[in-house]
Structure formats: structure tokens, C-alpha cells
């Protein structure tokens, strides 16, 4: 089985809360869970597959975690490790830079040659703006828990059973 471990950033626990999610739906698939301001790049290295979660604050920007640790990326090689990207966001309060944190991190893992997955369609968000999309869907399963927490469970159990295939394969 391969080792798919799962990094996240969270600053108020939602993005935390969702890596939960995630981690209950894959089950034994998934050989850890850490919180990026707890990792070190070998980390993520020594994993196959990857699993990448941040939010997005004020104006587009990255977590505060993340934000310190994409540097550290910089020492990875991602070079065909496939990695599936998941990002909070407030489509109301900040429509034209809606998850731009999850883009911001897609562009990172591209440079360092990771195979991004796990694609999400723009249906049922209301945004006017974001550099989290790539031909026309996200780069990942967006979230928004300030406006559509309702919708978080269905969309994560959707999400996995999407991505799990190629994680494990």
C-alpha cells in the first residue's frame, strides 16, 4: 500500500476539521495526518502521494502556516508524486480572490514537478474571481464553511472517492 500522508494549515480549525473529514472517509489508506507548522520537508518527501489543505485569508493570501512553510517546498522534489489539493474559502466576503491560497499552493507543488488530481467543478459557487481554477474547474475540492457548511460532508465523501483511485494506484 502506498504511503499517502496529509498536510494541512488551519488557523481557526476548519481546514483542520475538513483533514479529519478527509482522513475518516480514506480510513486505513492514509498513513498520517500532520499540521504543516509541525512538518519538516523530509515529511513530505518520504510520502507517495500526497494530500495538500490551506484556507485562504484577507486578500487572497496563503495560511499563515503554509505561507511559512512554501519556501521549505522549494527543497522537495515532487517529480511525479501525485498530489490532491483541498482549500477553504469565503465566496461572499471576498469574491474576487476566492481561495487564491489553494492556488497559490497548486502553483507551488506544479514547480516542483507534482502531478496534481482530485479536479473540482466551479458548480454550486458563486465567485467572481479566483487563481485556483485551471480549465475551467479548481485545482482541488474547495469548501466554503462561511457560506455553505452544509454542503462540506457531501462534497468531501465525493472528493475521496474520486481521488482515492489514483492515491492508491
Not at 9 to 24: D, F, K, P, Q
Not at 40 to 63: F, H, N, R, V
Not at 81 to 93: I, N, P, Q, S, T
Not at 97 to 107: H, P, Q, R, W, Y
Request: charged fraction near 25%; proline fraction near 4%; glycine fraction near 12%.
Amino acid at each position: 500500500m502506498p504511503d499517502i500522508r496529509l498536510f494541512y494549515g488551519s488557523t481557526t480549525g476548519n481546514t483542520e476539521r475538513v483533514a479529519e473529514l478527509i482522513h475518516a472517509e480514506l480510513g486505513g489508506s492514509l498513513a498520517a495526518m500532520t499540521n504543516i507548522a509541525d512538518a519538516q520537508p523530509d515529511d513530505l518527501e518520504a510520502a507517495d502521494a500526497l494530500i495538500l489543505g490551506t484556507s485562504t485569508w484577507e486578500s487572497g493570501e496563503l495560511q499563515q502556516d503554509w505561507d511559512q512553510f512554501l519556501p521549505k517546498l522549494d527543497q522537495i522534489d515532487l517529480t511525479g508524486k501525485k498530489v490532491a489539493l483541498f482549500g477553504l474559502g469565503d465566496a461572499a466576503g471576498f469574491p474576487d480572490e476566492f481561495v487564491n491560497g489553494l492556488g497559490t499552493l497548486a502553483a507551488k507543488v506544479k514547480q516542483r514537478g507534482g502531478e496534481l488530481i482530485g479536479p473540482w467543478s466551479t458548480d454550486g459557487y458563486e465567485f467572481v474571481g479566483s487563481t485556483a481554477l485551471t480549465d475551467g474547474n479548481f485545482v482541488g475540492l474547495v469548501l466554503d464553511e462561511d457560506n455553505q457548511p452544509e454542503l462540506t460532508d457531501d462534497r468531501v465523501k465525493q472528493w475521496v472517492a474520486v481521488i482515492r483511485p489514483a492515491l492508491e494506484g
